[in-house]
């Protein structure tokens, strides 16, 4: 058995950037869906507040990534309240 690079989307055969980049987006979309949840807001009010439609807050809840750029994301975040910050590291 294979051991785990420690990315997901590594395991399921991505290339080593685009498994980088799919578990970027799914941190970010995991992260403010539990603002949301935090929040206690629905579908309708998360939109409202993130200037986006309802069906729009349904694909991010239901981990639609492919429909979310990383910018998209980091919009939304703001918008909802948070911050975004990185770090850059070598690669192993």
Do not use: C, Y
């Not at 578990?23 to 949840?37: K, V």
């Not at 990534?65 to 309240?81: E, K, N, P, Q, R």
């Amino acid at each position: 058995m294979k051991a785990s690079s420690q990315n997901v989307f590594e395991d399921l055969g991505f290339s080593r950037d685009e498994a980088a980049h799919l578990q970027l987006r799914a941190a970010m979309m995991n992260r403010l869906i539990a603002e949301i949840e935090r929040q206690g807001l629905t579908q309708a009010s998360a939109a409202k507040r993130m200037g986006v439609t309802q069906p729009r807050v349904s694909d991010l809840m239901r981990g639609k990534m492919h429909l979310f750029s990383i910018d998209t994301l980091v919009s939304l975040m703001w918008l909802m309240g948070l911050s975004v910050d990185f770090k850059v590291r070598k690669v192993a």
